[in-house]
């Protein structure tokens, strides 16, 4: 496309699709965040509202268990190695992996997953610093910065037009005044001169209008498709294409921190006991404050009667907060343990693991989801590379490192029995235990071989079982004189 075509693109982008996502994203990214007594009196300044008294009461009120949440499910899914459907091994494109640190920035992707529902890569042709040839580069952008199209997966004309979505057709990366459009050919950089506050400023002409941006380059990226790869939680039918494990969980979040703050009020203002008298007064100020200062208190009259107000009993809060808990427990399928749910003390690792069958059960198929987005960045490394073979490698799966909650005893007995009973490999057998790495599993298979090849070079020469050992050799016969002949008379 022309310049005139790619700055009306990205106004497209920015007044529509992107300040319809920005309002939701803004409001789980929100949620996540800690809630800060200066956060409150700004909201509240741009409402045209005071300072309310009680802000600091708020502010330590807060319990937000939707970052504990997040970081449960996350710690549980790590990518651990991208095997070929020929061999089994580790596939070519793995190298690419390592080289753009994705082994600790996959953690930004899955987490962006859980928390939105969708996470962006680019997957971009470089140099290979180490030989000179082609390389893959890998960035992995947050979907409040980046916002695709997609087309629809029909075959209009057979034969022609493409039957899947697995590209979009156009992608806008956004970042403060800079501002990248991707297509099947070029990236084209654009500039802002004023940006608004939030993305729905966007719609304003006064950031919309065609003077605010500026062409600046474009260069051909010779992918062949749009160089973005989607990243899903879960893959639906009716067009839902993000929704995350954070955002169903907001009002919940919500009514505990309400009840949080309810009962700190109440703890606040009970936390004195206020005493009341019935049936006397006293005359003068002298008196009020003589009888406030005694410790015993002395009436004439039979009629008066003294007393004091009860506590409030904070267990309604304690128990309606324990509630909303176990919602967000059983809504996220997280454990009860994780969000510290009372009467689960003592447990065996049997229960532990039975506990924790809801959230491996929807972790597997988030891992599913994200797989085959995984696989579609790894082939679309080897087709920049040149590699034929693997871009065209459908079979091929990404390995997912074992994080179940189970007895290390229990898994090491049973992979015993595997390899002893079953014939398992012993490679296969060390790639399941919990926490291995392709780099550990390799280093053993190293030490393994170089033990086997010591002691294959070894002396050949053994005494055989039973049989003794030969002892020093003897010395030679000394030489025996021949006697002299005996002659007759």
């Keep these: 496309m022309n310049r005139q075509k790619a700055i009306e693109s990205a106004r497209y982008i920015l007044q529509g699709p992107r300040a319809f996502e920005a309002e939701r994203l803004d409001r789980i990214a929100a949620a996540l965040q800690p809630w800060t007594p200066a956060l409150a009196r700004n909201m509240l300044a741009a409402t045209g509202h005071t300072e309310e008294p009680s802000i600091g009461m ?3 009120s807060q319990t937000n268990f939707l970052p504990l949440v997040l970081d449960v499910f996350s710690q549980s899914m790590k990518v651990s190695n991208y095997l070929s459907s020929k061999t089994q091994t580790t596939a070519e494109p793995w190298v690419w992996w390592q080289r753009n640190k994705l082994t600790a920035r996959q953690t930004g ?8 529902g969708v996470s962006y890569t680019t997957v971009m042709p470089s140099l290979d610093p180490l030989d000179g040839q082609p390389g893959a580069y890998i960035r992995a952008i947050s979907p409040r910065q980046m916002t695709c199209l997609y087309g629809e997966p029909i075959e209009w004309v057979p034969g022609v037009t493409p039957v899947d979505d697995d590209w979009p057709i156009m992608a806008l990366e956004v970042h403060d005044k800079a501002i990248r459009l991707y297509d099947e050919q070029y990236v084209y950089f654009l500039g802002v001169k004023q940006v608004p506050e939030s993305a729905l400023g966007w719609k ?9 941006f500026e062409f600046i380059d474009q260069r051909a990226h010779d992918v062949g498709v749009c160089p973005v790869v989607r990243y899903r939680d879960r893959w639906l039918l009716n067009g839902e294409e993000a929704y995350g494990i954070i955002e169903p969980l907001i009002s919940i979040q919500s009514r505990i921190d309400e009840t949080t703050y309810e009962m700190s009020v109440s703890q606040y203002f009970t936390a ?7 049936g006397w007064r006293p005359q ?4 009020a404050l003589t009888m406030a200062a005694g410790d015993v208190w002395y009436f004439s009259s039979a009629d008066v009667k003294v007393g004091q107000f009860q506590a409030t009993s904070p267990d309604g809060y304690i128990a309606a907060k324990q509630s909303a808990v176990r919602d967000i427990a059983s809504i996220s399928q997280t454990p009860a343990q994780n969000l510290g749910v009372d009467a689960l003390v003592n447990i065996s690792a049997d229960t532990l693991a039975g506990l924790e ?7 597997a198929e988030i891992q599913t989801a ?9 082939r679309t490394c080897a087709h920049i590379t040149g590699d034929k073979a693997a871009s065209m490698d459908f079979d091929s799966q990404v390995k997912w490192q074992d994080a179940t909650a189970r007895s290390f005893a229990q898994t090491v007995d049973g992979l015993t029995k595997l390899v002893a009973g079953l014939g398992l490999p012993d490679e296969l057998a060390w790639e399941m235990i919990p926490g291995a790495t392709k780099e550990w599993v390799d280093r053993a298979i190293e030490i393994r071989d170089e033990q086997k090849q010591a002691i294959l070079a070894g002396p050949v020469q053994q005494a055989l079982p039973n049989q003794p050992r030969p002892g020093p050799a003897m010395p030679p016969p000394l030489p025996v004189k021949p006697s002299p002949a005996v002659t007759g008379p």
Excluded: C, H
Excluded at 204 to 212: F, K, R, S, T
Excluded at 272 to 278: G, K, L, M, P, Y
Excluded at 370 to 378: I, P, T, V
């Design 272 to 278: 004195f006991t206020e005493r009341w008298v019935a």
């Design 284 to 287: 003068n100020e002298q008196e």
């Design 370 to 378: 994200l797989g085959e987005s995984f696989e579609q960045m790894f």
């Design 357 to 363: 069958a809801g959230k491996d059960r929807k972790t």
């Design 58 to 60: 708020k502010w330590r």
């Design 109 to 116: 992707i899955i987490r962006g997953v859980l928390e939105y």
């Design 204 to 212: 304003d002409p006064l950031y919309g209008g065609w003077n605010n």
